[in-house]
């Protein structure tokens, strides 16, 4: 079957479950000649309701359902596992893991043969508090556990009404990792998928300054192939951050942090994202 063919009948076959605004095609011609890398940015992929119902079934941040990610590059809440998805977020990954959906992204992205993660690792929700950010890198392309080959990333906002100076939006960098070149915020049932690769340098360095009780939400899943000859075993390194003079930036927080008593680097961090906001 001509892939045109396929394209008509897999937009169709998502048809149910999510929302195109263009068809496959132009959504394909959109990602390949994008740049500073291949990406997209969906608007209203799901239905409102079911991104209701999993903001609402994220678990609170104290449970045993989360991995705390803190040092000097980031600091961020992970599931720890798919086991915590409730009745809405195991919805949402089944779409987002569903033989349409897959193809749809094959279609758009050229890559086929994709595989899900049912056990999102690395992915599922994940919740940025206050002052949190994720300095810009390019993530990790083999998966640890089963030693497949991440090839795309896609990541769901969970965010009501998230304004510019809340901070945390998506920060697309060049391939010499010295530049912002595109920028996404992170509002509700905003979608953005991109290609893991090397030189895809992206990230959120702009410190969270939301409202106190407020969080950056969000629901992301990698998608992986077989690794080709001479693939495996290559790539089993963790996210590589972008170059040294970007991370100079830093060096004064981190000296700051590790000499200054807790309560006052808190107190601190605090107050420089209270006059952020």
């Known amino acids: 079957m001509a892939q045109a063919a396929n ?7 998502v048809s149910e479950s999510v929302h195109l605004t263009d068809s496959i095609a132009s959504l394909k011609n959109a990602y390949q000649s994008a740049q500073p890398y291949p990406y997209l940015v969906f608007q209203n992929l799901f239905p409102d309701d079911l991104l209701y119902g999993v903001k609402r079934e994220i678990p609170p941040i104290g449970s045993s359902n989360w991995v705390h990610h803190d040092d000097e ?7 720890r596992s798919s086991l915590a998805l409730s009745e809405k977020g195991a919805q949402l990954a089944a779409i987002l893991h569903s ?22 690792q690395g992915a599922g929700y994940s919740v940025m508090p206050i002052g949190a950010k994720f300095d810009v890198h390019i993530d990790r392309k083999t998966d640890y556990v089963t030693g497949l080959r991440r090839r795309l990333a896609l990541i769901v906002y969970l965010n009501e009404d998230w304004r510019p100076e809340y901070g945390g939006q998506l920060e697309l960098w060049n391939k010499q990792g010295t530049q ?7 509002g509700f049932n905003t979608t953005v998928l991109f290609e893991v690769a090397d030189g895809n340098y992206h990230g959120n360095p702009n410190p969270i300054a939301c409202p ?4 950056r939400n969000s629901f ?7 690794p080709s000859e001479g693939q495996v075993g290559t790539d089993l390194l963790s996210s590589v951050f972008a170059p040294s003079f970007y991370k100079k930036k830093f060096r004064l927080r981190t000296f700051l942090r590790d000499w200054t008593p807790p309560a006052v680097f808190r107190a601190v961090n605090r107050a420089r994202s209270k006059s952020t906001s």
Request: charged residues 15%.
């Open 7 to 13: 394209a008509e009948r897999i937009a169709e076959y």
């Open 73 to 79: 590059h980031q600091n961020k809440f992970g599931l």
């Open 99 to 120: 033989p349409g959906f897959l193809y749809m992204l094959s279609e758009i992205t050229g890559i086929w043969g994709l595989l899900p993660d049912p056990y999102l």
């Open 180 to 186: 912002c070149e595109v920028v996404v915020q992170p």
């Open 212 to 215: 106190p009780g407020r969080t």
């Open 220 to 226: 992301m899943v990698y998608y992986h192939t077989v």
